[in-house]
């Protein structure tokens, strides 16, 4: 059977891994100043974060239209025998509910709940890709894939809590006193929704790597295949820190390091930083 694989644009896997593995990237919509933009196409990250520290207001996303869903997979599955989408969660997106929509009258199309974004998103796009290489039964692929999403774990560490705010997601006095008191807050992904986890105090490399190790250290149920290093922009000593004490804590087949795509930027800033790593099966 040959089966394709499109993702959501949320996914933030680096170019490098969408060509190798012939993804086809479906972009959301990133809301600027009264106007739509194609994520990853007509607008990147840099243009968010250079909009937001010349005063404009925060931007915003939005989902994918049903119609071009439809449009989309009907393109994608010519020249296949089926087609397998990996959405954002659908606990962050309607996005979810509008592939399921298009794909209905579609026998040969399967949209998968990654239940996250970004790079726990790219998880399930990357074990997709590893599953359509043998697979014979469409459904049974989809359980497979509906199962390994709830092993994966994905966290983000905040170095900044202005654009929060500006989302109204956290209180200018919350933020005031977590800047006071130089308290990181961690994002946990968990039952397809976002919570604050474990707040940090301190220097942000050094809460780096205490978040880093308390993620990786002191368990054994943490698949080696592979981890994601997903961040918007971070200084050098940063990403040293983080890569350092990944390898120091565990040695992984691979370890790949992306850049944060409009979703996590718009909602995150600059100075935001995750490991996203997958669970062994029970």
Same mark, same amino acid.
């Given at each position: 059977?040959? #089966?394709? #694989? ?5 996914? %933030?896997?680096?170019?490098? !891994?969408?060509?190798?593995?012939? #993804?086809?990237?479906? =972009? ?16 990147? =990250? ?29 393109? @994608? ?5 089926? !087609?397998?989408?990996? +959405? ?9 509910? @509008? ?15 990654? *239940? +996250? ?27 497979? !894939? ?13 170095? *900044?809590? %202005? ?6 997601? $956290? ?9 006071? !008191? ?18 940090? *105090? ?18 054994? @149920? ?26 120091? $804590? ?33």
């Amino acid at each position: 059977m040959k #089966i394709k #694989i499109t993702a959501d644009s949320t996914c %933030d896997l680096s170019p490098e !891994l969408v060509r190798e593995n012939d #993804i086809t990237i479906i =972009p959301l919509y990133v809301n600027k100043d009264g106007k739509s933009f194609r994520d990853g196409v007509d607008i990147v =990250p840099a243009d968010i974060f250079a909009h937001v520290a010349a005063g404009g207001a925060l931007c915003s996303t939005s989902a994918v239209p049903l119609g071009e869903y439809e449009e989309a997979f009907q393109k @994608n599955i010519e020249g296949y025998d089926a !087609l397998v989408h990996i +959405s954002i969660g659908s606990g962050f997106s309607v996005t979810h509910h @509008n592939a399921c929509l298009a794909a209905e009258n579609m026998p040969n199309v399967r949209v998968i709940d990654s *239940r +996250s974004l970004s790079t726990g998103q790219g998880q399930v796009v990357m074990e997709a890709c590893r599953l359509a290489k043998t697979a014979t039964d469409l459904d049974e692929m989809k359980a497979a !894939l509906d199962e390994f999403a709830t092993r994966v774990d994905i966290s983000f560490l905040l170095d *900044r809590l %202005d654009y929060m705010v500006k989302g109204g997601r $956290c209180s200018p006095v919350t933020a005031l006193g977590a800047n006071l !008191l130089k308290l990181k807050p961690c994002i946990e992904v968990v039952d397809n929704k976002m919570i604050v986890g474990k707040k940090y *105090r301190g220097n942000y490399a050094k809460c780096m790597e205490r978040y880093v190790r308390d993620r990786l250290e002191h368990t054994d @149920n943490i698949s080696p295949e592979r981890i994601f290093i997903t961040h918007t922009p971070v200084t050098p000593e940063i990403s040293e820190t983080v890569h350092r004490t990944v390898r120091e $804590c565990m040695d992984f087949d691979k370890i790949y390091d992306t850049s944060a795509g409009c979703t996590v930027s718009c909602h995150c800033g600059e100075g935001c930083l995750g490991v996203i790593f997958i669970h062994k099966k029970a």
